[in-house]
């Protein structure tokens, strides 16, 4: 079968659908990938070797404000709005973020999507797969990394379910109102018909799989809540060597285990000063550190004895190797620290980040707080926290109770494939 998978966002979203992708074509089904610009070459290095470009930079989203990311409307923070003035200003730079690349985006997926079986996409740009699916008369399926759906169980308190799927329809519509244009378009060019009502009551109501690839553990109930259409899978992973893992893997060899501290594709604004911090704490605490740079330009020229700065590692290999992990607070991260059986600071940046920070307290292996609000002193009484037998103890105990990557990645593939196949005998 033909598999069309168009994903969009970070290394962290498109490389679990790489996984998938991986696994659909050793299975020996035709794997067609549509990623952003700057994720090409990772994706091709996989072995995806049928892979385009698809949509904007996504690293320069990032690296850009607040209102040029896809997710900028979840994303910002009180004080974010307030810097940015004029609200109608804020949502015409809201509005042309999140609707830059669109029609481009549109017809790339449509050739990609030419004889194939089956659509997978993501949350980010969901529409534009949604509406290429109408048109080919394709089933579609999301990859979800966090709980998106309206559901009773992320809340901070509990409300009841009529409440909160209006709260849920709400912010549904407005984010429709910000992409109609676009959206409409899109539309009027394929030749369907106007829409009528928002594209996710659309996507949920044409029986649209959407898997979820985080664990159950996070979320107590939410399997129950939604059903089979809806399965917690776990996190999907490619677990790609590195380069450098030799070198790691020696220096770690080379005296006590060391902290990790690692903050993916976020951009962070002054890396200098957080090598100096971590340096700083880390030596005060008679710890060493392993720094991952990811896109951030750390320095390691100046950097002390107890403290190693590398490009980027294997998290399945590295982690159990470390005493504890500090990170973002993104999905496969969060997931990997916790396969490793170690405790978690999550000292988040932006979007659904958050959501994770909270969990890994609720489970009582590690706490959080905002990367911005960190300082030498936070910083310092965190690790103490995060470092106490009984942290390190519970988070032993919790790496049983992850699924595997491995499972995680088969399951996917076994409900995409079961998709594809009813959609050929429906």
């Known amino acids: 079968m033909k598999f069309a998978v168009s994903i969009h966002g970070t290394r ?6 790489a996984a998938v992708g991986l696994e659909l074509q050793r299975r020996g089904h035709d794997v067609h990938m549509a990623v952003p610009p700057n994720l090409v070459g990772f994706v091709e290095s996989a072995g995806l070797r049928t892979t385009i470009p698809y949509g904007p930079d996504s690293q320069q989203q990032l690296q850009g404000d607040v209102f040029e990311r896809p ?11 307030v810097r940015l003035g004029n609200p109608l200003t804020a ?5 042309a973020a999140a609707t830059r690349g669109w029609t481009d985006m549109s017809e790339a997926l449509l050739g990609l999507a030419d004889g194939a079986d089956l659509i997978v996409t993501g949350t980010a740009y969901q529409e534009i797969a949604a509406n290429v699916a109408e048109y080919r008369g394709l089933p579609l399926a999301e990859v979800h990394y966090f ?3 309206a559901n009773t169980q992320v809340l901070p308190v509990r409300l009841p379910s009529p409440l909160v799927n209006a709260a849920y329809s709400m912010g549904e519509w407005l984010h429709w109102r910000l992409l109609k244009p676009a959206e409409t378009e899109q539309r009027r060019a394929l030749g369907l018909p106007p829409a009528s009502t ?9 029986g649209t799989l959407e898997l979820q690839a985080y664990d159950k553990v996070f979320f107590p109930g939410l399997a129950d809540e939604w059903g089979n259409r809806r399965p917690l899978i776990g996190s999907m992973t490619l677990q790609l060597p590195t380069a450098v893992d030799g070198e790691v893997q020696s220096w770690i060899a080379a005296g006590p285990p060391p902290i990790y501290f690692g903050f993916g594709s976020m951009p962070i604004d002054s890396p200098a000063e957080a090598v100096r911090m971590i340096s700083d704490v880390c030596g005060e605490l008679g710890e060493r550190a392993l720094i991952c740079a990811g896109f951030s330009d750390f320095d390691d020229t100046a950097t002390a004895e107890h403290v190693k700065v590398v490009a980027s590692v ?3 290999a590295v982690f159990p190797a470390c005493r504890a992990v500090v990170h973002h607070g993104g999905a496969g991260t969060t997931a990997a620290g916790i396969r490793a059986g170690v405790p978690t600071l ?3 940046v932006a979007a659904e980040q958050p959501l994770w920070g909270k969990q890994i307290e609720r489970l009582g292996i590690g706490t959080s707080r905002r990367f911005s609000a960190s300082t030498r002193y936070s910083l310092l009484e965190d690790l103490r926290a995060v470092l106490s037998p009984q942290t390190a103890e519970r988070s032993r105990l919790l790496a049983g109770r992850i699924s595997p990557a491995a499972t995680s990645v088969a399951t996917a593939a076994d409900l995409l494939e079961q998709t594809a196949r009813n959609r050929r005998h429906g």
């Open 346 to 348: 999550v000292l988040w």
């Open 314 to 316: 294997n998290h399945a």
């Open 198 to 206: 928002r594209p996710v009551a659309r996507i949920v109501a044409a």
């Open 12 to 17: 962290g979203d498109v490389e679990p659908c």
């Open 91 to 95: 949502l015409r730079k809201a509005r």
């Open 147 to 149: 709980p998106v759906r």
């Open 71 to 81: 997710d900028a409307l979840t994303a910002a923070a009180p004080a974010d709005w």
